[in-house]
């Protein structure tokens, strides 16, 4: 049985389904909560997205604001062959730690929400719709081929992931984790050479204030 921070390569955009990689951040038209991943290689800022895919953005805020993800790490890199290079993922989050991760919350769809597995996005991982919690990835490049495909005689491609945010500024970050050494022996099944020899500590998650909010003296 998968564990529920997998992302299964069968769903991953292949080199003749790949899309060009999105090089911007999405429109910001919507509602969005600035998110910063303070690591030991370096910040990564995320905007989340609180207006088009509500439960989720609230789930990793919810995560953000309850500490949860502080003393976490970055433990997976995943490279594909194709595409602009550097391609694939980062994945990090609570490793399913009892005294960190919350009940797993409700799918929500990329058909639903109008987001995509685009560059710096950010999609939840989980066994099975329903079971997302506290692990996530971060794209390197275009992986179309995990968002929901509601045509689709696979359940798995029908539900996809559900992306809920993207990088804004650390992909540098992202990129220089992505291509640390990886252990051959850690890991299962595919996954197996994919573990970080030394994972990348998230020392603290935390929200960016809009500017000009601060109390005055």
Same mark, same amino acid.
């Given at each position: 049985?998968?564990? @529920?921070?997998? #992302?299964? #390569? *069968? $769903? #991953?955009a292949t080199p003749l389904a790949?899309?060009?990689?999105?090089?911007?951040?999405?429109?910001?038209?919507?509602?969005?909560?600035?998110?910063?991943?303070?690591?030991?290689?370096?910040?990564?800022?995320?905007?989340? =997205?609180? /207006? @088009?895919? %509500? &439960?989720?953005?609230?789930?990793?805020?919810?995560?953000? /604001?309850?500490?949860?993800?502080?003393g976490t790490v970055f433990y @997976?890199?995943?490279?594909?062959?194709?595409? /602009?290079?550097?391609?694939? $993922?980062?994945?990090?989050?609570?490793?399913?730690?009892?005294?960190?991760?919350?009940?797993? &919350?409700?799918?929500?769809?990329? *058909? =639903?929400?109008?987001?995509?597995?685009?560059?710096?996005?950010? *999609?939840?991982?989980?066994?099975? %719709?329903?079971?997302?919690?506290?692990?996530?990835?971060?794209? $390197?490049?275009d992986q179309s081929g995990l968002?929901?495909? %509601?045509? *689709?005689?696979?359940?798995?491609?029908?539900?996809?992931?559900?992306?809920?945010?993207?990088?804004?500024?650390?992909?540098?970050?992202?990129?220089?984790?992505?291509?640390?050494?990886?252990?051959?022996?850690?890991?299962?099944?595919?996954?197996?050479?994919?573990? $970080?020899? =030394?994972?990348? /500590?998230?020392?603290?998650?935390?929200?960016?204030?809009?500017?000009?909010?601060?109390?005055?003296?």
């Amino acid at each position: 049985m998968l564990k @529920r921070f997998v #992302l299964p #390569l *069968s $769903l #991953l955009a292949t080199p003749l389904a790949a899309q060009e990689t999105a090089e911007a951040p999405p429109e910001t038209d919507y509602e969005t909560t600035d998110i910063v991943l303070q690591t030991t290689m370096g910040d990564i800022v995320i905007a989340l =997205e609180m /207006e @088009r895919a %509500p &439960i989720t953005a609230a789930n990793f805020l919810r995560y953000v /604001e309850e500490d949860r993800f502080d003393g976490t790490v970055f433990y @997976r890199a995943m490279p594909l062959d194709w595409g /602009e290079q550097p391609n694939g $993922l980062i994945q990090g989050g609570t490793q399913w730690d009892p005294e960190r991760v919350l009940p797993g &919350i409700e799918h929500e769809p990329t *058909s =639903e929400t109008g987001l995509t597995h685009s560059r710096g996005a950010l *999609s939840m991982a989980m066994g099975e %719709p329903g079971t997302a919690n506290g692990d996530f990835s971060i794209m $390197l490049g275009d992986q179309s081929g995990l968002d929901a495909d %509601p045509a *689709s005689d696979d359940p798995a491609r029908q539900a996809g992931y559900a992306v809920f945010g993207y990088v804004t500024d650390g992909m540098d970050v992202v990129e220089a984790i992505h291509a640390l050494p990886t252990d051959p022996d850690k890991g299962e099944g595919w996954m197996k050479g994919q573990m $970080l020899t =030394e994972p990348v /500590e998230i020392d603290e998650a935390r929200v960016v204030e809009p500017a000009g909010t601060a109390e005055a003296d």
